[in-house]
């Protein structure tokens, strides 16, 4: 059974960078054809898609938040990584990181981490 | 502002079928299949439909998704308490690289 986990700060001043991993369990983060992705959602609102990285290290972001977004791979230690610079209040939120298979769904997700932004 | 529309909320009673539709446009809905999401109060959304009907294993025939141009819909028949939960619509838009957009959710209350 796959599993994801997400780690990092619950806490971040305004104007730092955050920096989050996924840690993948039950199966390799390199084999199948899955893309590695993280969402995130703040209190009470809707679901927003950050960006996504494939198993070869390509990657596709959110518009809105690609100037402050990197997500990358390390496939030895079965991780993948959000780094969201310049973070403001309007970037507190659940942050979750997902499998999305090839059919295009998104079918496990992690169980989330909150990180607010102080001022 | 969600890339994707959806209504606010729905509800409905035991045993009802509720419909919740999802607008979206032709770089996302139009051209790329739907998925529909449901996330129950402080946990993870679970995929509920994938490629506009297709159930993913374990999920009841209760449930059945549709799309039709722009737009697509999702079909809760039989409504029981434990359907009680935020629902989400998502697609794929081509626009510039192309990112993955979502409905702002719709709240369903089972009365």
């Known amino acids: 059974q796959v599993q994801l986990q997400e780690s990092g700060p619950g806490l971040v001043k305004s104007s730092q960078t955050v920096s989050l991993t996924c840690t993948v369990s039950g199966g390799s983060i390199s084999s199948g054809n899955y893309y590695w992705t993280w969402i995130r959602q703040p209190a009470g609102k809707g679901l927003e898609c950050i960006g996504r990285i494939y198993t070869s290290g390509s990657t596709n972001y959110n518009p809105s938040l690609k100037s402050r977004v990197t997500i990358s791979v390390d496939t030895s230690k079965n991780q993948f990584s959000l780094k969201l610079s310049s973070v403001t209040a309007a970037d507190t939120a659940v942050y979750f990181c997902?499998?999305?298979?090839?059919?295009?769904?998104?079918?496990?997700w992690g169980q989330g981490t909150l990180v607010t932004v102080s001022s | 502002q969600s890339v994707l529309t959806q209504p606010p909320s729905a509800s409905g009673t035991p045993g009802q079928r509720v419909t919740i539709s999802c607008s979206g446009s032709s770089s996302n809905i139009g051209s790329n299949y739907v998925y529909w999401y449901q996330q129950l109060p402080g946990t993870a959304p679970k995929l509920l439909i994938y490629m506009n009907n297709q159930r993913p294993s374990g999920v009841p025939d209760r449930f059945s998704g549709s799309k039709s141009g722009t737009s697509a819909s999702l079909a809760i028949s039989g409504l029981r308490s434990e359907d009680e939960a935020d629902y989400y619509c998502a697609a794929w838009d081509d626009s510039l690289s192309g990112y993955w957009v979502f409905g702002g959710g719709t709240k369903l209350t089972v009365l």
């Open positions: 997902a499998r999305q298979t090839i059919s295009g769904g998104f079918d496990y």
